[in-house]
Protein backbone atom coordinates (compact mmCIF):
# COMPACT_ATOMS: atom_id res chain seq x y z
CA UNK A 1 0.00 0.00 0.00
CA UNK A 2 0.95 3.43 -0.82
CA UNK A 3 2.20 5.14 2.39
CA UNK A 4 0.87 8.40 0.48
CA UNK A 5 -2.66 6.76 0.70
CA UNK A 6 -2.32 8.05 -2.90
CA UNK A 7 -0.60 7.40 -6.21
CA UNK A 8 -2.12 10.40 -8.28
CA UNK A 9 0.66 13.22 -9.09
CA UNK A 10 -1.43 16.38 -8.72
CA UNK A 11 1.40 19.22 -9.37
CA UNK A 12 4.92 19.06 -10.54
CA UNK A 13 6.51 21.82 -8.90
CA UNK A 14 9.83 24.22 -9.90
CA UNK A 15 11.65 26.76 -8.60
CA UNK A 16 12.66 29.84 -11.07
CA UNK A 17 14.68 32.51 -10.40
CA UNK A 18 12.12 35.45 -12.33
CA UNK A 19 8.73 34.24 -11.93
CA UNK A 20 7.29 36.82 -14.59
CA UNK A 21 9.88 35.63 -17.01
CA UNK A 22 9.11 32.24 -16.92
CA UNK A 23 5.70 32.73 -17.01
CA UNK A 24 6.08 35.03 -20.59
CA UNK A 25 7.89 31.56 -21.97
CA UNK A 26 5.15 28.85 -20.68
CA UNK A 27 2.44 31.32 -21.97
CA UNK A 28 4.63 31.82 -24.91
CA UNK A 29 4.82 27.66 -25.27
CA UNK A 30 1.38 26.82 -24.10
CA UNK A 31 -0.80 29.32 -26.27
CA UNK A 32 -2.24 29.79 -22.20
CA UNK A 33 -3.81 33.24 -20.99
CA UNK A 34 -1.29 34.60 -18.11
CA UNK A 35 -2.37 33.12 -14.77
CA UNK A 36 -2.47 35.72 -11.53
CA UNK A 37 1.23 35.35 -9.44
CA UNK A 38 0.74 35.72 -5.64
CA UNK A 39 3.04 35.52 -3.03
CA UNK A 40 3.07 33.34 -0.20
CA UNK A 41 1.35 34.37 3.19
CA UNK A 42 3.42 36.34 6.04
CA UNK A 43 5.01 33.86 8.79
CA UNK A 44 2.02 35.34 11.27
CA UNK A 45 -0.42 32.65 8.61
CA UNK A 46 1.63 30.17 7.33
CA UNK A 47 3.72 29.44 10.94
CA UNK A 48 6.41 28.10 8.25
CA UNK A 49 8.55 25.83 9.89
CA UNK A 50 11.89 24.91 7.30
CA UNK A 51 14.79 22.39 8.93
CA UNK A 52 13.26 22.92 12.73
CA UNK A 53 13.09 26.82 12.66
CA UNK A 54 10.69 28.97 12.16
CA UNK A 55 11.43 30.80 9.04
CA UNK A 56 9.65 33.83 7.24
CA UNK A 57 11.21 32.74 3.78
CA UNK A 58 8.49 33.22 1.40
CA UNK A 59 7.73 32.67 -2.25
CA UNK A 60 5.87 34.30 -5.50
CA UNK A 61 3.72 31.73 -6.90
CA UNK A 62 1.95 31.01 -10.16
CA UNK A 63 0.10 27.61 -11.75
CA UNK A 64 -0.60 26.44 -14.51
CA UNK A 65 -3.25 23.46 -14.98
CA UNK A 66 -1.78 21.10 -17.67
CA UNK A 67 -4.76 18.81 -17.60
CA UNK A 68 -4.84 16.46 -14.32
CA UNK A 69 -1.22 18.04 -13.24
CA UNK A 70 -0.88 21.19 -12.35
CA UNK A 71 2.65 23.43 -13.03
CA UNK A 72 3.78 25.01 -10.32
CA UNK A 73 6.18 28.16 -10.31
CA UNK A 74 8.18 29.34 -7.41
CA UNK A 75 10.17 32.17 -7.13
CA UNK A 76 11.82 31.97 -3.49
CA UNK A 77 11.67 35.54 -1.51
CA UNK A 78 13.58 36.65 1.79
CA UNK A 79 14.75 34.07 4.57
CA UNK A 80 16.32 30.27 4.16
CA UNK A 81 13.18 27.90 2.52
CA UNK A 82 13.41 24.58 0.98
CA UNK A 83 12.64 26.57 -2.41
CA UNK A 84 15.74 29.10 -2.12
CA UNK A 85 17.67 26.01 -1.00
CA UNK A 86 17.41 24.24 -4.18
CA UNK A 87 17.34 27.81 -6.43
CA UNK A 88 20.78 28.27 -4.64
CA UNK A 89 21.93 24.47 -4.83
CA UNK A 90 20.69 23.53 -8.26
CA UNK A 91 19.49 26.48 -10.03
CA UNK A 92 15.99 26.54 -11.92
CA UNK A 93 14.51 23.18 -12.51
CA UNK A 94 11.68 20.79 -10.79
CA UNK A 95 11.92 21.13 -7.32
CA UNK A 96 8.68 18.85 -6.08
CA UNK A 97 6.05 16.21 -6.93
CA UNK A 98 2.88 16.71 -5.30
CA UNK A 99 0.44 15.15 -3.98
CA UNK A 100 -2.76 15.35 -2.32
CA UNK A 101 -3.28 13.33 1.40
CA UNK A 102 -5.46 12.83 4.43
CA UNK A 103 -3.58 12.28 7.58
CA UNK A 104 -0.04 14.53 7.10
CA UNK A 105 1.52 13.39 11.05
CA UNK A 106 0.96 9.35 9.97
CA UNK A 107 2.32 9.77 6.59
CA UNK A 108 5.40 12.48 8.08
CA UNK A 109 6.07 9.73 10.35
CA UNK A 110 5.90 6.90 8.10
CA UNK A 111 8.02 8.36 5.64
CA UNK A 112 10.41 10.05 8.40
CA UNK A 113 10.90 6.07 9.69
CA UNK A 114 12.02 5.36 6.20
CA UNK A 115 15.22 7.70 6.34
CA UNK A 116 13.05 10.60 4.16
CA UNK A 117 12.68 13.27 6.82
CA UNK A 118 10.40 16.28 6.28
CA UNK A 119 12.04 19.81 5.25
CA UNK A 120 9.60 22.07 5.71
CA UNK A 121 6.01 22.76 6.82
CA UNK A 122 3.48 25.29 7.01
CA UNK A 123 0.03 26.62 6.70
CA UNK A 124 -2.45 28.13 3.88
CA UNK A 125 -6.10 28.99 3.59
CA UNK A 126 -8.04 26.24 4.21
CA UNK A 127 -5.19 23.37 4.70
CA UNK A 128 -1.51 22.57 5.14
CA UNK A 129 1.56 21.36 2.90
CA UNK A 130 4.56 19.64 3.77
CA UNK A 131 7.66 19.10 2.18
CA UNK A 132 9.59 15.74 2.47
CA UNK A 133 13.14 15.24 1.47
CA UNK A 134 12.88 12.37 -0.48
CA UNK A 135 16.23 13.69 -3.09
CA UNK A 136 18.76 10.60 -1.92
CA UNK A 137 15.73 7.76 -1.92
CA UNK A 138 13.07 9.12 -5.04
CA UNK A 139 15.51 11.85 -6.65
CA UNK A 140 12.62 14.50 -5.60
CA UNK A 141 11.24 16.54 -2.98
CA UNK A 142 7.57 15.39 -2.36
CA UNK A 143 5.07 17.71 -1.14
CA UNK A 144 1.93 16.00 0.79
CA UNK A 145 -1.04 18.57 0.69
CA UNK A 146 -3.75 18.27 3.36
CA UNK A 147 -7.08 19.89 2.60
CA UNK A 148 -9.05 20.53 5.39
CA UNK A 149 -12.56 20.05 5.81
CA UNK A 150 -15.33 22.33 6.28
CA UNK B 1 -2.35 27.74 -29.14
CA UNK B 2 0.08 25.07 -27.76
CA UNK B 3 3.00 24.82 -29.56
CA UNK B 4 2.88 21.02 -28.31
CA UNK B 5 -0.69 20.54 -29.76
CA UNK B 6 -1.17 19.30 -26.04
CA UNK B 7 -1.10 20.81 -22.55
CA UNK B 8 -1.16 17.16 -21.10
CA UNK B 9 2.09 16.00 -19.05
CA UNK B 10 2.66 12.29 -19.95
CA UNK B 11 5.53 11.54 -17.75
CA UNK B 12 7.94 12.92 -15.60
CA UNK B 13 11.70 11.75 -15.97
CA UNK B 14 14.27 11.17 -13.18
CA UNK B 15 17.65 10.57 -14.09
CA UNK B 16 19.43 8.57 -11.12
CA UNK B 17 22.30 7.14 -10.27
CA UNK B 18 21.20 2.93 -9.76
CA UNK B 19 18.20 2.59 -11.27
CA UNK B 20 17.87 -0.59 -9.04
CA UNK B 21 18.19 1.05 -5.76
CA UNK B 22 15.63 3.65 -6.99
CA UNK B 23 13.48 1.48 -7.51
CA UNK B 24 13.57 -0.05 -4.30
CA UNK B 25 12.32 3.00 -2.37
CA UNK B 26 9.50 4.04 -5.23
CA UNK B 27 8.47 0.19 -4.77
CA UNK B 28 8.59 0.85 -0.88
CA UNK B 29 7.11 4.14 -0.34
CA UNK B 30 4.44 3.84 -3.07
CA UNK B 31 3.92 -0.23 -2.48
CA UNK B 32 3.78 -1.53 -5.76
CA UNK B 33 4.65 -4.41 -7.77
CA UNK B 34 8.81 -4.05 -9.09
CA UNK B 35 8.59 -2.35 -12.87
CA UNK B 36 10.94 -4.86 -14.94
CA UNK B 37 13.79 -2.73 -16.09
CA UNK B 38 14.44 -2.14 -19.69
CA UNK B 39 17.74 -0.92 -21.67
CA UNK B 40 17.46 1.41 -24.58
CA UNK B 41 18.34 0.02 -27.82
CA UNK B 42 21.71 0.33 -29.21
CA UNK B 43 22.29 2.94 -32.04
CA UNK B 44 21.57 0.80 -34.99
CA UNK B 45 17.92 1.08 -33.87
CA UNK B 46 17.61 4.47 -32.26
CA UNK B 47 19.92 6.28 -34.43
CA UNK B 48 20.54 8.79 -31.51
CA UNK B 49 21.48 11.88 -31.81
CA UNK B 50 23.19 13.95 -29.25
CA UNK B 51 24.07 17.43 -29.58
CA UNK B 52 24.22 17.13 -33.63
CA UNK B 53 26.39 14.29 -33.05
CA UNK B 54 25.98 10.36 -33.53
CA UNK B 55 25.70 8.91 -30.06
CA UNK B 56 25.98 5.67 -28.51
CA UNK B 57 24.86 6.37 -25.12
CA UNK B 58 21.88 4.37 -23.81
CA UNK B 59 19.96 4.29 -20.44
CA UNK B 60 18.66 1.67 -18.25
CA UNK B 61 14.91 2.93 -17.90
CA UNK B 62 11.62 1.97 -15.22
CA UNK B 63 8.25 2.74 -15.77
CA UNK B 64 5.96 3.98 -13.14
CA UNK B 65 2.09 4.30 -13.73
CA UNK B 66 0.61 6.99 -11.12
CA UNK B 67 -2.30 7.24 -12.39
CA UNK B 68 -2.65 9.79 -15.93
CA UNK B 69 1.18 10.88 -14.99
CA UNK B 70 4.11 8.29 -15.19
CA UNK B 71 6.91 8.11 -13.68
CA UNK B 72 10.34 7.23 -15.92
CA UNK B 73 13.50 6.37 -14.03
CA UNK B 74 16.94 6.65 -16.24
CA UNK B 75 20.02 5.35 -15.30
CA UNK B 76 22.08 6.89 -18.06
CA UNK B 77 25.06 4.08 -19.74
CA UNK B 78 27.69 4.47 -21.46
CA UNK B 79 28.84 7.15 -23.71
CA UNK B 80 27.69 10.98 -23.86
CA UNK B 81 23.35 11.73 -23.42
CA UNK B 82 21.14 14.10 -22.41
CA UNK B 83 20.76 11.95 -19.17
CA UNK B 84 24.34 11.73 -18.35
CA UNK B 85 24.83 15.46 -18.75
CA UNK B 86 21.94 16.20 -16.82
CA UNK B 87 22.90 13.46 -14.14
CA UNK B 88 26.75 14.76 -13.65
CA UNK B 89 25.80 18.60 -13.93
CA UNK B 90 22.70 18.46 -11.38
CA UNK B 91 23.15 14.57 -9.80
CA UNK B 92 19.82 12.96 -9.16
CA UNK B 93 16.80 14.68 -10.04
CA UNK B 94 13.76 15.58 -12.66
CA UNK B 95 15.36 15.58 -16.54
CA UNK B 96 12.09 16.22 -18.34
CA UNK B 97 8.68 16.57 -18.01
CA UNK B 98 7.29 14.44 -21.63
CA UNK B 99 4.70 15.17 -24.17
CA UNK B 100 2.60 12.73 -26.53
CA UNK B 101 2.38 15.05 -29.59
CA UNK B 102 2.00 14.74 -33.69
CA UNK B 103 4.70 16.38 -35.43
CA UNK B 104 7.97 16.21 -34.08
CA UNK B 105 9.55 18.38 -36.65
CA UNK B 106 7.05 21.15 -37.08
CA UNK B 107 7.24 21.12 -33.14
CA UNK B 108 11.25 21.03 -32.98
CA UNK B 109 10.95 23.75 -35.67
CA UNK B 110 8.54 26.19 -33.88
CA UNK B 111 11.04 25.73 -30.37
CA UNK B 112 13.96 26.25 -31.84
CA UNK B 113 12.80 30.00 -33.70
CA UNK B 114 11.86 30.83 -29.65
CA UNK B 115 15.73 29.73 -28.57
CA UNK B 116 14.81 26.22 -27.13
CA UNK B 117 17.31 24.04 -29.14
CA UNK B 118 16.56 20.07 -29.71
CA UNK B 119 19.30 18.20 -27.73
CA UNK B 120 18.46 14.80 -28.67
CA UNK B 121 16.77 12.66 -30.76
CA UNK B 122 16.46 8.69 -31.24
CA UNK B 123 13.81 6.40 -32.12
CA UNK B 124 12.36 3.48 -29.96
CA UNK B 125 10.15 0.25 -31.50
CA UNK B 126 7.11 2.07 -33.24
CA UNK B 127 8.09 5.94 -32.65
CA UNK B 128 10.64 8.40 -31.58
CA UNK B 129 11.23 10.87 -29.25
CA UNK B 130 13.08 14.12 -28.81
CA UNK B 131 14.32 16.68 -25.96
CA UNK B 132 14.08 20.11 -26.61
CA UNK B 133 16.49 21.98 -23.99
CA UNK B 134 14.09 24.56 -21.90
CA UNK B 135 16.04 24.50 -19.31
CA UNK B 136 16.91 28.33 -19.09
CA UNK B 137 12.94 29.20 -20.50
CA UNK B 138 10.92 26.82 -18.75
CA UNK B 139 13.02 25.51 -16.14
CA UNK B 140 13.22 21.62 -17.52
CA UNK B 141 14.02 19.72 -20.78
CA UNK B 142 10.72 18.81 -22.76
CA UNK B 143 10.22 15.46 -24.05
CA UNK B 144 8.04 15.09 -27.34
CA UNK B 145 7.01 11.73 -27.62
CA UNK B 146 5.79 10.54 -31.24
CA UNK B 147 4.12 7.06 -31.93
CA UNK B 148 4.24 6.42 -35.37
CA UNK B 149 0.56 4.64 -37.11
CA UNK B 150 0.06 1.40 -38.22
New interface residues.
Given amino acids: ????GT???CQ?G???HDIEK?LD??C?????PRPPVRITDEYELTRAVYRGQPTRGRAKLAFI?????Q?E?IEPVGEPSTWKEALDE?????HH?AFVIKDTDQVVKD?AQ?D?PMVQQGHYTGGMYTYVD???????TLELLENFKG
Fill in positions: MSILMQVVLVVSAYEVFGIDMGQVILKGEGVILKMCVEKLGV
